[in-house]
């Protein structure tokens, strides 16, 4: 057990086997980073996750787009650029810091735009992932003994994307039939390009899919209208994840609560970053789902952003100590270390882990 690889740490705790320690990663701000340079960090992101011992290795990032590498810049000043993106998306960025993207506007606004422009457009497009720099990717994953995962967008995030939240909302109701389709295209375009990975001969162990389907307080439409319209490709998803024999990450913040058996019936092998937050507590779903689910996150940035060692110690054992108890938990914070977070505390919180995270 002292020796499991990362693979081997994570696969036993997908299928909540006996493994030595609960696995690792996390995700940073920009800004974060750059803070803890200025505090003595010697290094990028990859050396924190070196230091965290993260278990995890990305083969890719896949978002399709209708045109892409269409990116276009249509004005900027000295604090934000506005683009136009391959989704046809006009949209105001920050040029020296993270924050949420302002969204100004949507070409794609009508179901006839979708078939005449977006979705002959998107059905047109190569590869947008290159094969062989995943499969080089890999080669260095499995050299480090890592998790290796292929990572993507799925339909629902990809549609808000487009279309925007306000015109998505409103035609699940009035279009759904529009709104299956532009879900259902997306889709086939991400397993489009995950086939041609996969025929590099590559075996990821994971398939993390990202999709933010809910705020702070519920889904952002009924479990219902989202078993009809959405869970059909979330699941054939998972459904190619198990047929390429990895498991299913999906990602998505918010209180998802009331899709948590919608999720299951879909095959999802583990839910990631569960916002504590958005009323996210793997200390009442261990005991509901814990059998069947395994849980990767739920340790509170607003807790970490204290820089309260007291309150981020009964923080990391109270979430380490509810997940080990079915063996199927990873940590990671509840959503991305924000800056206010300093490099001491996050040196710190990497000790608890080694205190609190090991199996006896």
């Known amino acids: ?10 696969n036993r705790a997908m299928e909540r086997r006996d493994h030595d320690r609960v696995p690792r990663h996390d995700s ?9 340079q200025n505090e003595g960090l010697n290094g990028e992101v990859q050396q924190v996750l070196d230091l965290l011992s993260s278990d995890f290795h990305s083969l890719n990032w896949l978002w399709p787009m209708a045109f892409p590498g269409q990116d276009e810049i249509v004005s900027q000043d000295t604090e934000t650029r506005v683009v136009r993106d391959g989704n046809g998306k006009l949209v105001r960025y920050w040029r020296n810091k993270s924050g949420t993207p302002d969204h100004l506007g949507f070409d794609c606004e009508t179901r006839a735009k979708w078939e005449t422009v977006y979705k002959p457009a998107l ?56 709104i299956q389709d532009v879900s259902r295209t997306f889709t086939d375009v991400t397993l489009r390009n995950f086939d041609a990975l996969m025929a590099t001969g590559i075996q990821p162990d994971g398939l993390w899919i990202y999709g933010d389907m809910a705020f702070k307080t519920a889904t952002m439409c009924s479990p219902s209208m989202y078993r009809e319209l959405i869970w059909p490709d979330h699941k054939r998803l998972a459904d190619w ?10 990602h998505t913040d918010g209180d998802v609560n009331g899709v948590m058996d919608l999720y299951l019936a879909a095959g999802f092998d583990c839910l990631q970053p569960l916002e504590a ?51 199927g938990y990873i940590y990671h914070s509840d959503h991305s270390v924000p800056p206010q977070v300093s490099w001491e505390t996050y040196q710190f919180i990497i000790e608890l882990l080694d205190k609190y995270g090991r199996y006896d």
């Open 1 to 10: 057990m002292s020796k499991l690889t990362g693979q081997e740490r994570v």
């Open 28 to 36: 940073f701000w920009g800004e974060t980073i750059t803070r803890w």
């Open 123 to 178: 059905l047109g497009t190569g590869l947008q992932n290159d094969p062989e720099a995943v499969r080089r990717q890999y080669l260095r994953g499995r050299t480090k003994g890592r998790w290796c995962h292929l990572t993507g967008v799925e339909g629902f995030e990809e549609t808000r994307s487009l279309m925007g939240d306000e015109i998505t909302l409103i035609a699940m109701a009035e279009d759904p039939e529009w």
């Open 241 to 250: 994840a198990h047929a390429h024999r990895m498991k299913f990450i999906y």
């Open 277 to 327: 937050k958005a009323n996210m507590d793997i200390r009442n779903l261990v005991p509901k789902y814990g059998d069947r689910l395994t849980f990767f996150g739920n340790v509170d940035v607003m807790q970490m952003m204290t820089n309260d060692r007291a309150k981020i110690e009964t923080e990391v054992q109270a979430k380490l100590t509810a997940g080990k108890s079915r063996k």
